[in-house]
């Protein structure tokens, strides 16, 4: 199997860890942001450091991959953070699709990060999505917008750091590595809230902290894998899996129902990572 095909399975995996994770922290009930935050990134700081610890290279970093590591961690926790108060404020299927704007952000910020141009056509494709994103967030003057705006920022977080994760794969750099170099940033960063405003936990939202932890661990090596392993601009469009995931739990377990407005956007967004992937192809095989 070439590495084109593993991403992709690697990516659709992700996708749905991910939207796993999103239902668990749902169902965490009302607890802070941040306490959500760092129970969630010390499994997944835990499980890492295990698999370091039992690798043949151990905790050895490059020397080139220190500035990478603290970016991909720095966009990675800020998109971390607002996702997951996107998730406590709206319809989970609304935050993760604010969320998947991310492969969009990330074409964005290649140009930056990698040096990978991105051509009219795809242009043309990011600059629908973010039109379907305002079906999603709906601009208006309540605080409803301003919860899907924080969805978008923890979109455009995420984007940048998954530029900074295939950097660090084009370098070598160990997926085991760049996830837990993240997972313990964010805990240092997350941590001293824990004495300010923290709430008491039940056994159940304990259990259910620590199964976000766990379906997050497996999306966040999923998608690390995924992208040391294709360009974004090949694969990202199946990252779009983890919305209908999502939707699925949130309308099963949650009776969540998206308004004619998102669902629109969600057909442009999705409908433009489509054609974007479809066109990708097609003037892959003309070269």
Same mark, same amino acid.
């Given at each position: 199997?070439n ?11 992700a996708g749905?860890f ?9 169902m965490?009930?009302?607890?802070p ?9 010390a499994?997944?700081?835990?499980a890492?450091v ?9 905790f050895k970093?490059?020397n ?9 961690? %720095? ?9 997951? !108060?996107a998730v406590?404020? *709206?319809?989970i #299927?609304d =935050?993760n ?18 040096k990978?141009?991105a ?6 494709c990011?600059v629908t999505?973010?039109?379907?994103a305002?079906?999603v967030?709906?601009?208006?003057m ?14 455009f977080?995420?984007g940048?750091?998954y ?15 760049i ?7 964010s ?5 001293? %809230?824990?004495?300010v405003?923290?709430?008491p936990?039940s056994? !159940?939202?304990?259990?259910? *902290?620590?199964? #976000?932890? =766990?379906?997050a ?5 999923s998608i ?14 199946f990252?779009?899996s983890?919305?209908?995931f ?9 009776q969540?129902i ?11 967004i999705i ?12 003037h892959?095989?003309?070269?």
């Amino acid at each position: 199997m070439n590495d084109k095909k593993q991403g992709i399975i690697y990516i659709i995996m992700a996708g749905f860890f991910f939207a796993l994770m999103t239902f668990f922290v749902r169902m965490s009930g009302d607890l802070p942001t941040m306490q959500k935050a760092f129970f969630r990134n010390a499994v997944a700081a835990v499980a890492a450091v295990i698999l370091l610890a039992k690798s043949d290279e151990g905790f050895k970093i490059k020397n080139d991959s220190w500035k990478g590591l603290f970016l991909r961690s %720095f966009f990675g926790t800020t998109g971390l953070i607002c996702n997951f !108060y996107a998730v406590d404020h *709206l319809a989970i #299927a609304d =935050a993760n699709i604010l969320n998947k704007l991310s492969p969009f952000f990330a074409i964005i910020m290649s140009y930056f990060v990698l040096k990978e141009k991105a051509n009219r056509t795809e242009w043309l494709c990011v600059v629908t999505a973010f039109i379907g994103a305002v079906f999603v967030v709906k601009p208006s003057m309540n605080v409803q917008f301003l919860n899907a705006m924080i969805g978008v920022i923890g979109g455009f977080g995420a984007g940048v750091a998954y530029s900074f994760v295939r950097k660090l794969g084009k370098q070598g750099e160990r997926g085991s590595v760049i996830v837990m170099c993240f997972s313990v940033f964010s805990c240092i960063v997350t941590a001293p %809230f824990l004495f300010v405003g923290a709430k008491p936990m039940s056994a !159940y939202q304990i259990v259910m *902290l620590l199964f #976000a932890g =766990a379906a997050a661990t497996g999306g966040q090596l999923s998608i690390t894998k995924a992208y040391t392993k294709a360009p974004a601009k090949e694969i990202s469009v199946f990252d779009y899996s983890q919305v209908i995931f999502a939707a699925l739990l949130g309308f099963v377990f949650l009776q969540q129902i998206p308004d004619y407005l998102s669902v629109i956007g969600y057909v442009i967004i999705i409908g433009s990572a489509i054609f974007k992937w479809n066109y990708n192809l097609r003037h892959e095989e003309n070269i």
